[in-house]
C-alpha cells in the first residue's frame, strides 16, 4: 500500500478541467510544502510536472497548477488536451524512516 | 544540458548478482543527490533509495535496505544500483533520479531488468 493516496483514474472530456488529489498525512503533505507531481506515458520515464506545491518547472504548460490544503495535495489541469492522457503520481517529503514516497498513481483519461 | 543515462536492459536468472549504472552529464555530479526509483510491471513508482555522491552519504528505503546496494564512482560521474542475489521478484524497471532539494528534477531513461529462470 502507497503512503500517499490517489484516486486509480480519473477522465474528462477534451476542454474540461480535472483535479486529482494526492492525500497524506501531517507526516509528510500536511508538514511540508514539498509535494511534487510526474506525468508518466506510456513506455516512458516520468516528468516533473510541479514541484514544492504549486511551482511549475520552465516548459510546463500553464494549464497544470497545484495546490495543498490540509494533508491533501492536487493536482489540476485545465483545458484537458489528448496528450495529458497519461498517469500521474504525486510525491512528497516525509518524516518517517524513507525520506521520499510516491502516491498510487493516477491514470487520466481524456475522452 | 543536464542528462542522467542509464545502462542497458538486462536480463538474468536467479541468484545471479547485477550491477547498473546512471552516468550523469551537464552539472555538477558531486552536488546533488541520485536517488533509484523502481517501477514494477504494470505498477506504480517505489522510492528505493539515494546517495550523495560528493561524500557518499547514503540513505536507504527501510523496504529496500538489505535488499540493494546504491553507490557512487565521483570519478566518473556514476551512480550504481546493484544485487547480490536476484529474485524473480526484482523485475522491474529501475529509474535513476536527481534530487533538486525537494523534488526529483531529472530522469534517466530507465533499465529493465527481468529475472527469469
Known amino acids: 500500500q502507497s503512503a500517499l493516496t490517489q484516486p486509480a483514474s480519473v477522465s474528462g472530456s477534451p476542454g474540461q478541467s480535472i483535479t486529482i488529489s494526492c492525500t497524506g498525512t501531517?507526516?509528510?503533505?500536511?508538514?511540508?510544502?514539498?509535494v511534487s507531481w510526474y506525468q508518466q506515458h506510456p513506455g516512458k520515464a516520468p516528468k516533473l510536472m510541479i514541484y514544492e506545491v504549486s511551482n511549475r518547472p520552465s516548459g510546463v504548460s500553464n494549464r497544470f497548477s497545484g495546490s495543498k490544503s490540509g494533508n491533501t495535495a492536487s493536482l489540476t489541469i485545465s483545458g484537458l488536451q489528448a496528450e495529458d492522457e497519461a498517469d500521474y503520481y504525486c510525491?512528497?517529503?516525509?518524516?518517517?524512516?524513507?525520506?521520499?514516497?510516491f502516491g498510487g498513481g493516477t491514470k487520466l483519461t481524456v475522452l | 544540458e543536464v542528462q542522467l543515462v542509464q545502462s542497458g536492459a538486462e536480463v538474468k536468472k536467479p541468484g545471479e548478482s547485477l550491477k547498473i549504472s546512471c552516468k550523469g552529464s551537464g552539472y555538477s555530479f558531486t552536488s546533488y543527490w541520485i536517488g533509484w526509483v523502481r517501477q514494477m510491471p504494470g505498477k506504480g513508482l517505489e522510492w528505493m533509495g539515494i546517495?550523495?555522491?560528493?561524500?557518499?552519504?547514503?540513505r536507504y528505503s527501510p523496504s529496500f535496505q538489505g535488499q540493494v546496494t546504491i553507490s557512487a564512482d565521483k570519478s566518473i560521474s556514476t551512480a550504481y544500483l546493484q544485487w547480490s542475489s536476484l529474485k524473480a521478484s526484482d523485475t522491474a524497471m529501475y529509474y535513476c533520479?536527481?534530487?533538486?532539494?525537494?523534488?526529483?528534477?531529472?530522469w534517466g531513461q530507465g533499465t529493465l531488468v527481468t529475472v527469469s529462470s
Open positions: 533520479v536527481r534530487l533538486e532539494s525537494t523534488h526529483f528534477d531529472y
Open positions: 546517495i550523495y555522491p560528493g561524500d557518499s552519504d547514503t
Open positions: 501531517s507526516s509528510d503533505v500536511g508538514g511540508y510544502n514539498y
Open positions: 510525491s512528497s517529503y516525509t518524516s518517517s524512516s524513507t525520506p521520499w514516497v
